[in-house]
Each structure stands twice: as C-alpha cells, then as structure tokens.
C-alpha cells in the first residue's frame, strides 16, 4: 500500500526548541517536497526507521540529522536567542508577504 503524504502546514514556524519541533518541521519540508518517508529517507542515504523516528521527535545523531536536512533542502542555525528571535520575526514577515503576493496575483484570474 502506498504511504500518503502529509498535509503541508504553511504557517509552520521555523523556529524548533525541541525535537518534537524539529521533527514537525522536517515533516513539513518532506511533504512539502513530495517526498514520501522512503523516498526521503533513500535520497538522504539514511533508513525510514530514523526519518520516522526524527518526524515524531526522537533522538537520531547528528550526522543523519544533518544528511536528512540538507536533502530536504533545510539547513540547522545556531544563534544567540535574540538574534534568532529577530530572524524568525523577518522570515515570518516574508511569508506572510509571500502569502499576499500569491493571493494578489490570483485575483486577476
């Protein structure tokens, strides 16, 4: 049987604090990729065990983590809290300036 993809959130914040954030956020980039859970995990070189595993939030190591990001087309930040609290404000600004574009360049339709 043919596993599903997920529904994309596009409101998703990119901010993760934990590992239960983190691995929402890799769901949301895998499904947003059309990826399903085997082909991600085959393009990434990794197993559908540690994909799973990092969607729902449970340790995987850092190497894998990395390999699976990069392939989804997300990169890992680390930054000083107010520096990232100022990053997550102008990427949400761009989003929803996106969002308005989009919906503005529909109208005319």
């Known amino acids: ?5 997920p529904p994309v959130d596009p ?3 990119p901010l993760a ?3 239960p954030e ?3 956020i890799a ?5 947003r990729g059309g990826f399903r859970i085997d082909d991600a995990a085959q393009l990434a070189g990794v197993s559908s065990d540690l994909v799973s595993r990092l969607e729902n939030g449970k ?7 990395l390999k699976l ?3 989804m087309g997300l990169a890992l930040l680390v930054m000083p809290h107010a520096q990232a609290s100022r990053a997550l404000r102008a990427v949400q600004a761009e989003a929803a300036a996106n969002i308005t574009e989009a919906r503005d360049g529909n109208q005319g339709e």
């Open 11 to 13: 409101g998703l914040s």
């Open 69 to 71: 990001l990069d392939t």
């Open 17 to 19: 604090q934990g590992l």
């Open 22 to 24: 983190l691995g929402l």
């Open 1 to 5: 049987m043919a596993r599903k993809l």
């Open 59 to 65: 340790p995987v190591t850092t190497d894998k983590l």
């Open 27 to 31: 769901r949301n980039a895998r499904a």
